[in-house]
T-cell receptor
Framework: AQSVSQHNHHVILSEAASLELGCNYS??????LFWYVQYPGQHLQLLLK??????LVKGIKGFEAEFIKSKFSFNLRKPSVQWSDTAEYFC???????????FGAGTRLFVKA | GAGVSQSPSNKVTEKGKDVELRCDPI?????LYWYRQSLGQGLEFLIY????????KSGLPSDRFSAERTGGSVSTLTIQRTQQEDSAVYLC????????????FGPGTRLLVL
């Protein structure tokens, strides 16, 4: 069965620190990968996604993620976080051409001003 | 409307009662999803509708849960004989199609079963 594992449940950083949130998935076939973000009081929204091609994908607000197929990983990165990046981040995966999306448990990021 | 809407935003009910949660997807989106988010948990897939195809109900946790989608648009998630463990935020999302498109989420319905 598909599963998604996010390594950190809570992360606390100071502004300007670099961020890397881990995500590993379990699935034997080709997949589509997503990072969604939920800012306080707002809906879940897409941050970035990978379908094919360049394994390094760039999203909104300076975020990027790298798909490493051999490691079944899709880690999210940002070189310098801001206080406004405080949010909960969810990694998700579904099979290529499929519909059933499996989400990780989420990582709560708190950025200290 | 501009986005996915859900109602009610909050629902408090007594154990054993039935509840209905509503989702209005983005106009023109053929795919609709229901998820459950319990405290400290990720999003748990419940059910998926795509156009006129039979829904994928594989995520429904028990036969007390059911959902329908009328006219390919509005969807209702029904929980019968609610239990305390049903307390969670129920999220609805829609996408243009089911094939790995970006999902657009509603604000959720926060359900509390006393």
């Amino acid at each position: 069965a598909q599963s998604v594992s996010q390594h950190n449940h809570h992360v606390i950083l100071s502004e300007a620190a670099s961020l890397e949130l881990g995500c590993n998935y379990s699935y034997g076939g080709t997949v589509n990968l997503f990072w969604y973000v939920q800012y306080p009081g707002q809906h879940l929204q897409l941050l970035l996604k990978y379908f094919s091609g360049d394994p390094l994908v760039k999203g909104i607000k300076g975020f990027e993620a790298e798909f490493i197929k051999s490691k079944f990983s899709f880690n999210l990165r940002k070189p310098s976080v801001q206080w406004s990046d405080t949010a909960e981040y969810f990694c998700a995966v579904n099979p290529t051409g499929g519909f059933k999306t499996i989400f990780g448990a989420g990582t709560r990021l708190f950025v200290k001003a | 409307g501009a986005g996915v809407s859900q109602s009610p935003s909050n629902k408090v009910t007594e154990k054993g009662k039935d509840v209905e949660l509503r989702c209005d997807p983005i106009s023109g989106h053929t795919a609709l999803y229901w998820y459950r988010q319990s405290l400290g948990q990720g999003l748990e897939f419940l059910i998926y509708f795509q156009g006129n195809s039979a829904p994928d109900k594989s995520g429904l946790p028990s036969d007390r849960f059911s959902a329908e989608r009328t006219g390919g648009s509005v969807s209702t998630l029904t929980i019968q004989r609610t239990q305390q463990e049903d307390s969670a935020v129920y999220l609805c999302a829609s996408s243009r199609s089911g094939n790995s498109e970006t999902q657009y989420f509603g604000p959720g319905t926060r359900l509390l079963v006393l």
